[in-house]
């Protein structure tokens, strides 16, 4: 069921079993996979069903280091959390971004890749994904031969990606119909109160922001507001400790990571056409694809490096190709193509072209081609992890939001690590493509240049990770392998914020599956 | 150096030669890699190899000695013939490109050996 913090008295106490803060991806995960269950779940959410500006603006945050999106642009609050401007672009991390590698300072996971494998596979349909394929079965499905890449440098792996989905739509209706869920919208926590030692959370505050009041008293307590926001509740909830939350190691917030990306370089060719086949996003169906190349496993350890990634992109000037792409979407809304002369023309125009991805489409079911005179550039993006790094942080302010709670300051830092990767990767790049006769690679001038400087380009994925980062060692990491913050019994985190290390993909799927994870383990915990 | 130039300079020297493709835009260059390389690395011309080398060298310095020792070799092997150059790349290129064993000038990767004989075509 869904109610309304407005909509209760004032100064109300509501008493749950499970009590998950934030319905992002994370939040609503959980609270789904424990639909149906004797467990009660009690869901609360910031705003409301849409963005609302006032709620918002309680993101405002301070950013300093690196450049960085503005605060209030880079996450959502209202339900169904950042999903709502979220691409989709996903995979599973492997078995190297959760090892403990001796040339990554403070990398390593307490879990490992057979941990999450099970979850993975239950949270793949959650995010609208089919089931995972091997690289071969994607090669023949694409129907292209990959570049013959050779496997003590470089490796392929593929984004996959599916029609958005914005968990707010698409969970509302099964969380509504859940007899032991409820949702409760603009339920804003404004503390987090643990008992005199610290030890354990014995309620939350909740206020409105027209002044209505409440708490919230659980057994368990889920923090799930993203990797800015778990941070700054824990640091804000300061008045048992004053250093906050789970914080007794000065770790909350600290080892902020992003996903670095920015141009590598463009690559100069004579068969674009073949360069784009391989590496261009192709539909299959409702599944997309689109091939990265990663440094293996075996290179990444040799050059003592990062996972990093790097997906193609091309830029063509072609009327053809955009005409037959706004002829195809009119005729299948329905409409007579407007100037339907002139498009015809720019299509006869461009005659053999227009014939080989009609055969493209229709026949294979592929993507349509530029012609290759029209291509401007074939570049590639780099994606990649961070090292982590615990002055890159997140701290609180003295400016305060409308509840007088701290703002953020967030302290976007990268290392010689980071610039290092990119480099070598780079190389690797260029090596193969001449070595594999694809190319000649060009490498952008920031990438050789050898002090910390990035382009004016580079920026960040949206992805907030590492400030409440998982560790067994309590003087590693602020929650253990259970996402349970250490040394406070009933309050766990759930959210890419646990991350230790970042791997070179995108982080959705890999924290819808750590929320199954951890509902299970409250699960097991609530029937022992 | 011009990416007009580059462009010539990278159909000869990854052996990306004109040949007939199954696609479309074929007449305008599209090759197959496998058809190329059969046909092995070839050089840029001896301008385009000078700045090269001249690029290689100004950031280099330290490999003038090397540059001129190779170029005594190159010289004694019969000068500055395309067919001579050939032999002195060749195999080494490949390796290099297997070994990713590489230099960036201006940016482009380019395998050590042909920077190295581009550096000793620019020594006088």
Same mark, same amino acid.
Request: a neutral charge.
């Given at each position: 069921?869904?109610?309304?913090?407005?909509?209760?008295?004032?100064?109300?106490?509501?008493?749950?079993?499970?009590?998950?803060?934030?319905?992002?991806?994370?939040?609503?995960?959980?609270?789904? @996979?424990?639909?149906?269950?004797?467990?009660?779940?009690?869901?609360?959410?910031?705003?409301?069903?849409?963005?609302? $500006?006032?709620?918002?603006?309680?993101?405002?945050?301070?950013? +300093?280091?690196?450049? !960085?999106?503005?605060?209030?642009?880079?996450?959502?609050? !209202?339900?169904?959390?950042?999903?709502?401007?979220?691409?989709?672009?996903?995979?599973?991390?492997?078995?190297?971004?959760?090892?403990?590698?001796?040339?990554?300072?403070?990398?390593?996971? $307490?879990?490992?890749?057979?941990?999450?494998?099970?979850?993975?596979?239950?949270?793949?349909?959650?995010?609208?994904?089919?089931?995972?394929?091997?690289?071969?079965?994607?090669?023949?499905?694409?129907?292209?031969?990959?570049? #013959?890449?050779?496997?003590?440098?470089?490796?392929?792996?593929?984004?996959?990606?599916?029609?958005?989905?914005?968990?707010?739509?698409?969970?509302?209706?099964?969380?509504?119909?859940?007899? %032991?869920?409820?949702?409760?919208?603009?339920?804003?926590?404004?503390?987090?109160?643990?008992? #005199?030692?610290?030890?354990?959370?014995?309620?939350?505050?909740?206020?409105?922001?027209?002044?209505?009041?409440?708490?919230?008293?659980?057994?368990? !307590?889920?923090?799930?507001?993203?990797?800015?926001?778990?941070?700054?509740?824990?640091?804000?909830?300061?008045?048992?400790?004053?250093?906050?939350?789970?914080?007794?190691?000065?770790?909350?917030?600290? &080892?902020?990571?992003?996903?670095?990306?920015?141009?590598?370089?463009?690559?100069?060719?004579?068969?674009?056409?073949?360069?784009?086949?391989?590496?261009?996003?192709?539909?299959?169906?409702?599944?997309? !694809?689109? @091939?990265?190349?990663?440094?293996?496993?075996?290179?990444?350890?040799?050059?003592?490096?990062?996972?990093?990634?790097?997906?193609?992109?091309?830029? @063509?000037?072609?009327?053809?190709?955009?005409?037959?792409?706004?002829?195809?979407?009119?005729?299948?809304?329905?409409?007579?193509?407007?100037?339907?002369?002139?498009?015809?023309? %720019?299509?006869?125009?461009?005659?053999?072209?227009?014939? &080989?991805?009609?055969?493209?489409?229709?026949?294979?079911?592929?993507?349509?081609?530029?012609?290759?005179?029209?291509?401007?550039?074939?570049?590639?993006?780099?994606? %990649?992890?961070?090292?982590?790094?615990?002055?890159?942080?997140?701290?609180?302010?003295?400016?305060?939001?409308?509840?007088?709670?701290?703002?953020?300051?967030?302290?976007?830092?990268?290392?010689?690590?980071?610039?290092?990767?990119?480099?070598?990767?780079?190389?690797?790049?260029? @090596?193969?493509?001449?070595?594999?006769?694809?190319?000649?690679?060009?490498?952008?001038?920031?990438?050789?240049?050898?002090?910390?400087?990035?382009?004016?380009?580079?920026?960040?994925? &949206?992805?907030?990770?590492?400030?409440?980062?998982?560790?067994?060692?309590?003087?590693?990491?602020?929650?253990?392998?259970?996402?349970?913050?250490?040394?406070?019994? %009933?309050?766990?985190?759930?959210?890419?914020?646990?991350?230790?290390?970042?791997?070179?993909?995108?982080?959705?799927?890999?924290?819808? +599956?750590?929320?199954?994870?951890?509902?299970?383990?409250?699960?097991?915990?609530?029937? +022992? | 150096?011009?990416?007009?130039?580059?462009?010539?300079? *990278?159909? /000869?020297? /990854?052996?990306?030669?004109?040949?007939?493709?199954?696609?479309?835009?074929?007449?305008?260059?599209?090759?197959?890699?496998?058809?190329?390389?059969? /046909?092995?690395?070839?050089?840029? *011309?001896?301008?385009?190899?000078?700045?090269?080398?001249?690029? =290689?060298?100004?950031?280099?310095?330290?490999?003038?000695?090397?540059?001129?020792?190779?170029?005594?070799?190159?010289?004694?092997?019969?000068?500055?013939?395309?067919?001579?150059?050939?032999?002195?790349?060749?195999?080494?290129?490949?390796?290099?490109?297997?070994? =990713?064993?590489?230099? /960036?000038?201006?940016?482009?990767?380019?395998?050590?050996?042909?920077?190295?004989?581009?550096?000793?075509?620019?020594?006088?």
């Amino acid at each position: 069921m869904f109610s309304d913090l407005r909509d209760l008295e004032s100064g109300s106490t509501l008493e749950t079993d499970v009590c998950i803060v934030g319905a992002g991806p994370a939040g609503i995960s959980m609270a789904m @996979a424990l639909a149906g269950t004797r467990t009660r779940v009690l869901l609360l959410e910031s705003g409301g069903f849409e963005f609302e $500006p006032d709620t918002q603006d309680l993101y405002d945050g301070e950013t +300093a280091g690196l450049p !960085y999106f503005d605060l209030t642009a880079a996450r959502l609050r !209202y339900f169904g959390g950042t999903s709502g401007h979220w691409d989709n672009w996903c995979n599973q991390m492997t078995g190297i971004d959760f090892r403990r590698r001796d040339w990554v300072p403070h990398s390593g996971w $307490p879990i490992g890749e057979s941990d999450l494998e099970p979850y993975y596979a239950r949270a793949r349909p959650i995010c609208g994904l089919d089931r995972h394929r091997p690289l071969e079965a994607i090669w023949n499905s694409l129907r292209v031969d990959p570049l #013959p890449l050779d496997p003590a440098h470089l490796d392929y792996r593929f984004w996959e990606f599916a029609g958005p989905v914005r968990f707010g739509e698409a969970y509302r209706q099964p969380l509504k119909d859940a007899p %032991n869920v409820r949702v409760l919208l603009h339920a804003n926590v404004v503390n987090v109160q643990t008992d #005199p030692e610290g030890g354990a959370v014995t309620r939350l505050d909740l206020r409105t922001l027209e002044g209505k009041t409440a708490t919230v008293t659980a057994q368990s !307590y889920v923090l799930a507001c993203g990797g800015i926001e778990n941070a700054r509740l824990l640091l804000a909830s300061n008045s048992v400790e004053s250093t906050g939350v789970g914080n007794r190691h000065d770790l909350v917030g600290r &080892y902020f990571q992003e996903h670095i990306l920015d141009v590598l370089g463009t690559v100069v060719t004579d068969d674009p056409l073949a360069m784009i086949e391989r590496f261009g996003s192709t539909w299959l169906g409702k599944h997309g !694809y689109t @091939a990265g190349i990663m440094m293996s496993e075996a290179a990444q350890e040799r050059e003592q490096v990062l996972n990093c990634s790097v997906m193609m992109r091309y830029s @063509a000037s072609g009327d053809a190709v955009k005409t037959m792409k706004r002829l195809q979407n009119q005729v299948k809304a329905g409409r007579l193509p407007d100037n339907l002369a002139a498009g015809v023309w %720019n299509i006869v125009q461009d005659l053999d072209m227009f014939a &080989y991805n009609v055969y493209r489409r229709k026949m294979l079911g592929l993507p349509v081609l530029p012609k290759p005179e029209d291509l401007q550039a074939i570049s590639f993006v780099c994606h %990649n992890e961070q090292a982590p790094n615990p002055d890159s942080r997140v701290t609180l302010t003295g400016d305060r939001d409308r509840f007088g709670m701290q703002r953020v300051r967030l302290d976007w830092r990268t290392g010689e690590l980071d610039k290092r990767t990119v480099m070598r990767h780079a190389r690797a790049l260029g @090596a193969e493509f001449s070595r594999t006769g694809a190319g000649i690679f060009r490498i952008e001038p920031w990438v050789e240049d050898e002090s910390m400087s990035w382009s004016p380009r580079m920026e960040g994925g &949206y992805h907030h990770m590492g400030t409440t980062r998982m560790a067994a060692d309590p003087r590693q990491g602020v929650v253990d392998g259970d996402c349970q913050v250490h040394g406070v019994r %009933n309050l766990y985190i759930a959210g890419s914020s646990v991350f230790p290390t970042g791997g070179n993909i995108n982080p959705t799927l890999t924290i819808v +599956a750590l929320a199954l994870r951890l509902a299970d383990h409250l699960k097991d915990a609530d029937a +022992a | 150096m011009k990416r007009r130039s580059f462009l010539k300079f *990278s159909a /000869t020297v /990854t052996g990306l030669g004109l040949a007939a493709g199954a696609r479309p835009g074929a007449a305008a260059g599209i090759a197959s890699p496998a058809a190329g390389q059969a /046909t092995g690395p070839l050089l840029p *011309s001896l301008d385009a190899m000078r700045r090269i080398g001249r690029l =290689h060298l100004d950031a280099r310095p330290d490999e003038i000695d090397a540059a001129r020792a190779l170029r005594t070799r190159i010289d004694a092997a019969g000068g500055l013939d395309r067919v001579v150059l050939r032999r002195v790349l060749g195999e080494d290129m490949r390796r290099n490109l297997d070994q =990713h064993d590489v230099v /960036t000038i201006e940016g482009w990767v380019l395998p050590r050996a042909l920077v190295r004989v581009c550096a000793a075509v620019a020594v006088a």
